[in-house]
């Protein structure tokens, strides 16, 4: 896929491998292949939605391309720089304007600090500003998340789930960056919590300008909030496309099967055509021992014997869609 000359983040045959260690000596005896070359783009302003299965490596990656870990091949251009290989000192520059928000608030919080020492945090480490210019532009993006300037004076405990991701949220957004990673952000907030949540992210990112990398499991979610989706099985993208052409026109088997497994709210309009249900059999493969071939094979209703010898890659079937599977090559 060749990315267009406006994407602010890309990802290029991106693999982070971890050593198995074994023996009384320890070494090293195979590796977990959480993420086993990977390639995208992601253009200015807009938002990648990344779906799969527990274990599939969406959070690894997204870890990866912040530098939080190292790849162990590959290249992670952002805004025209390759940081793949940059140490400490070289990439802090960017650390600015790379943001995560994580999926537990209770977890990233640290219940020791006021909402104002966690959201400054950031600014002391990557801003000269003055105590006071801290203090106002930590009152300028509490307020946008939707709290009240006084409530920088509480702590962690005294909010609910969805005020503390808020916080994280703000946190994040202090030092203006320009990516976001956001890493299940609203799969620990009660459902009718959700909702506000993501609204108000979509709504930042309108107002600030940002670029969202959106890692999920539920796809009704990613649904609400992404431009394209990426649907990732086992470490590797295997269908790729605008959110339109993904949820009416599915190739993947794999993604199929996730569509259909979208709860649907029945209101006795029996006229509306409904897609069976398609039941994967098995679990996910270990990573640290993927089948040969096209790694979906084993779970796949469809899969013939090419797929046990050959790799499938990922081919644009349409404009913009990307999916590997031998179905579509032959």
Same mark, same amino acid.
């Given at each position: ?63 990866? %391309?912040?530098? =939080?870990? *190292? ?6 251009? /952002?805004?025209?720089? !390759?940081? $793949? ?115 108000? %992210?979509?709504? =930042?990112? *309108? ?6 990398? /959106?890692?999920?499991? !539920?796809? $009704? ?110």
């Amino acid at each position: 896929m060749d990315a267009a000359n406006d994407a602010l983040v890309k990802v290029k045959n991106v693999k982070k491998y971890f050593p198995i260690k074994g023996g009384i000596l320890k070494r090293t005896i195979g590796h977990l292949k959480a993420v086993d070359d990977v390639s995208f783009s992601i253009m200015k302003g807009e938002t990648l939605g990344i779906v799969g299965e527990s274990g599939s490596g969406k959070s690894t990656l997204g870890r990866v %391309m912040l530098r =939080l870990l *190292d790849p162990t091949e590959g290249s992670i251009y /952002f805004n025209g720089t !390759d940081i $793949s290989h940059l140490n400490r000192r070289k990439i802090r520059p960017h650390r600015r304007d790379m943001q995560i928000v994580f999926q537990d608030p209770f977890a990233s919080l640290n219940s020791k600090m006021s909402v104002a020492e966690l959201i400054e945090e950031p600014l002391i480490v990557q801003s000269s500003l003055t105590k006071a210019e801290r203090k106002e532009q930590a009152i300028e993006i509490i307020e946008k998340v939707g709290l009240r300037a006084e409530d920088r004076l509480k702590y962690p405990h005294e909010f609910s789930g969805g005020q503390r991701q808020r916080i994280s949220i703000a946190r994040a957004l202090v030092t203006r960056p320009k990516f976001v990673i956001c890493d299940e952000p609203v799969s620990a907030l009660d459902v009718s919590i959700q909702a506000q949540v993501l609204n108000l %992210m979509k709504d =930042l990112q *309108d107002e600030l300008g940002l670029t969202y990398l /959106f890692i999920a499991h !539920d796809l $009704s979610v990613v649904k609400h909030i992404s431009n394209r989706v990426a649907v990732m099985y086992l470490g590797r993208i295997v269908e790729i496309a605008t959110k339109k052409s993904l949820y009416n026109n599915a190739y993947h088997p794999y993604t199929q099967a996730l569509l259909t497994s979208i709860p649907v709210i029945d209101h006795g309009q029996n006229d509306i055509p409904r897609k069976t249900k398609i039941k994967l059999t098995g679990d996910l493969p270990s990573p640290s021992d993927p089948p040969s071939g096209c790694t979906f094979r084993t779970r796949c209703p469809m899969a013939h014997e090419r797929c046990s010898l050959e790799r499938p890659e990922l081919i644009e079937k349409d404009a913009g869609h990307f999916v590997a599977c031998h179905l579509y090559t032959e």
